[in-house]
């Protein structure tokens, strides 16, 4: 069998138009006598819509009840897809996570994949069907409907490609595929024609929204190539693949920034060893994941500062946690909401000298100041003023030639 897989976000659905247009995009596919397998995100809005739904019930609404109702967008935009599909003629049908079944671990809100059992899935591709699959939604071995993460349809659709061995697997989305930075935040960003799995999982980790991480990492390790195109125009657009495969003259591949870190600092801790265990060890047991850290070095040899960086969804969690932590002494707790981690990211800064330092100086140049700074072999990110985001952007943008 020649199988595709076509992934469409949530602005590809978001009205009844583009369903119709995303229809003629999989009877393309179909009349290349492709066997097609469809993923499909919720209407764009919609995910959201039913999120703020459960918390306007509870705080502390249901993990289970949560999934159940926030995979039911992927329902609708399955069923509008399948159904102007049957009534241009072809055969078609929606499949919900649990119908196929997609089988997930049994953590909610962040499941992740386990198996996608292919029997009914080929016996209605082999009678001449389009399978429309709900991304983002699975089913544990309890029987309960599972989700994998925002953004996860990406992932169903890398997984539904290796339990299929599908030849292709195309993400369709808002914009022609993965840009150097954001296009939405900076008009000069360009379209990357190849990058290499480690730099997007990078790239998507620090923020940039087009692919979710987990599904890069998912693709990496099954080796599925990946392209990102647009649903909007029929143009060539970015090809995910491994690094062998990619001849990249670019020290930089691509920035990313993020919206939702926070930043927290206890001033004057005991400078002994240990010190930074006993407030990480709670923070991680509360499944509170600490990013960026930086400690100052004592001027008195006894005391000192300890910066870190958190999602802000976390922050009064972690409060409430480093105020009931016996084990330590500190004399102030500071927050902050307004800074955004930028990073830059490509394999060509592993063979080349000085890019801290262009880095650092261009943001200088342009009075950002950098407050946290962490590094990777492939990455660097520095902390700074929330305000400053589409500044740096630029600077970096322009500093390492990505222009177009
Ligand atoms: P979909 O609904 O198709 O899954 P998403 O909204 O999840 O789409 O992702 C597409 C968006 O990702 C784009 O509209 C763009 O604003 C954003 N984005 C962030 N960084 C990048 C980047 N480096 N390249 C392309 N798009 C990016
Ligand atoms: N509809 C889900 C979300 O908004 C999944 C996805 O878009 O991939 O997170
Ligand atoms: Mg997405």
Redesign the pocket.
């Known amino acids: 069998m020649k199988i595709v897989v076509l992934k469409f976000?949530?602005t590809s659905v978001g009205t009844i138009d583009r369903i119709k247009k995303v229809a003629n995009i999989i009877i393309n596919y179909s009349k290349k006598k492709y066997n097609v397998i469809v993923v499909s995100?919720?209407m764009s809005g919609t995910?959201n819509d039913l999120v703020n739904k459960s918390k306007n019930i509870s705080n502390n609404f249901s993990n289970e009840e949560y999934d159940a109702l926030v995979s039911s967008?992927?329902q609708v935009s399955c069923a509008l897809i399948a159904g102007r599909l049957i009534h241009k003629g072809y055969k078609s049908r929606s499949w919900m996570g649990w119908q196929i079944p997609i089988i997930t671990d049994n953590k909610h809100k962040y499941s992740k994949i386990n198996q996608v059992h292919k029997t009914n899935l080929i016996k209605y591709l082999k009678s001449g069907g389009i399978p429309i699959v709900t991304?983002?939604q699975g089913v544990n071995i309890k029987g309960r409907i599972t989700t994998i993460g925002?953004?996860?349809?990406?992932a169903s659709a890398i997984m539904l490609a290796k339990f299929f061995k599908a030849k292709r697997c195309i993400i369709y989305t808002d914009v022609e595929g993965v840009y150097t930075t954001d296009p939405k935040k900076l008009e000069k960003a360009k379209k990357i024609r190849v990058i290499s799995y480690e730099e997007m999982l990078e790239m998507a980790s620090l923020g940039a929204k087009v692919m979710?991480p987990v599904s890069i990492q998912d693709a990496r390790l099954s080796r599925i190539d990946i392209e990102v195109k647009s649903s909007f125009k029929n143009k060539s657009g970015t090809l995910i693949t491994r690094r062998k495969n990619i001849i990249n003259r670019n020290i930089i591949t691509g920035i990313s920034s993020t919206q939702n870190d926070a930043k927290v600092t206890l001033v004057g801790v005991k400078d002994k060893p240990g010190i930074a265990a006993s407030i990480f060890k709670p923070l991680s047991e509360s499944s509170i994941n600490v990013d960026m850290v930086v400690q100052n070095i004592s001027a008195n040899g006894k005391e000192t500062d300890l910066t870190f960086t958190i999602k802000s969804d976390d922050l009064t969690k972690t409060k409430k946690i480093i105020n009931s932590n016996k084990q330590i002494n500190f004399k102030k707790l500071l927050f902050d909401k307004n800074v955004s981690k930028v990073s830059i990211i490509g394999v060509g800064m592993i063979t080349t000298p000085g890019v801290t330092y262009r880095m650092f100086q261009s943001l200088a140049k342009n009075k950002i100041n950098i407050q946290v700074i962490s590094t990777s072999e492939i990455k660097i990110s520095v902390l700074i003023n929330k305000k400053n985001i589409i500044k740096a952007i630029a600077a970096l943008h322009k500093e390492f030639k990505l222009e177009v």
């Open positions: 976000g949530g995100s919720a995910t967008g992927e991304g983002f925002r953004g996860g349809s990406d979710q």
